[in-house]
């Protein structure tokens, strides 16, 4: 079946300006995860929706950083006001139910924002 | 706060070397989860292992083993007869369970290079 989708793959953007990156989970999952990965570290958490609801949005950086989930299946990340800080590339992973179980990342969309 | 500490940053091995990868965590929580994360140059992660905190026993699957002690918050990873296709980063991870589903952490990663 079809894995974790993301786009885009790649954005570039400038500064200041609005950016809007989807994450398409596997059929079924109703944990969706939202994590940043700066290049040599590991993926930073930054939000986890249970169903429609964040049941976690503890990583979000600023009130910049916004997701949403309306239907209990695509999210949407976006980024207001882009500064140069949030280059980095943003993983979307699924799972079955909570985080205690095993998470199938996307290919992640890479932010550029110069 | 919930953390993992994967202390080395990088390691190389020749083929065929058995090489261990450590992790450490910290939590409060009395029910967690510890995973492993292979990243491979292509970019994805990939999910190698799932250990509850109840669950002690050291797990074996072909050339990967895991060796998980609460008396020390370890939770290591070795690759027996090293292959050029295991280079990759390797992540371990943390969930507390106590708070279904939340204060989910990765490590920073090692770099596994597994030279011919």
């Known amino acids: 079946g079809a894995g974790v989708s993301q786009t885009p793959s790649n954005k570039v953007t400038e500064k200041g300006k609005y950016v809007e990156l989807r994450c398409d989970p596997i059929?079924?999952?109703?944990?969706l995860y939202w994590y940043r990965q700066s290049l040599g570290q590991g993926p930073e958490f930054l939000i986890y929706f249970q169903g429609t609801g964040a049941a976690d949005d503890s990583g979000l950086p600023n009130d910049r950083f916004f997701a949403v989930r309306p239907e209990g299946s695509v999210s949407t990340l976006k980024i207001q006001r882009t500064e140069r800080g949030d280059s980095a590339v943003y993983l979307c992973?699924?799972?079955?139910?909570?985080?205690?179980?095993?998470?199938?990342f996307g290919p992640g969309t890479r932010l550029t924002v110069l | 706060a919930q953390k993992v500490t994967q202390a080395q940053t990088e390691i190389s091995v020749v083929e065929k070397e058995d090489v261990t990868l450590d992790c450490v965590y910290e939590t409060r929580d009395t029910t967690y989860y510890l995973f492993w994360y292979k990243q491979p140059p292509s970019g994805e992660l990939v999910f190698l292992i799932r250990r509850n905190s109840f669950d002690e026993q050291n797990e074996i699957s072909g050339r990967y083993s895991w060796n998980f002690q609460k008396s020390t918050s370890s939770f290591n990873f070795t690759i027996t007869a090293s292959q050029v296709v295991d280079s990759a980063v390797y992540f371990c991870?943390?969930?507390?369970?106590?708070?279904?589903?939340?204060?989910?952490?990765f490590g920073p990663g090692t770099r596994l290079s597994v030279l011919p």
């Open positions: 992973a699924s799972s079955f139910r909570g985080t205690y179980n095993e998470q199938f």
């Open positions: 991870a943390l969930s507390g369970g106590d708070n279904y589903g939340q204060n989910f952490v």
């Open positions: 059929s079924g999952h109703t944990a």
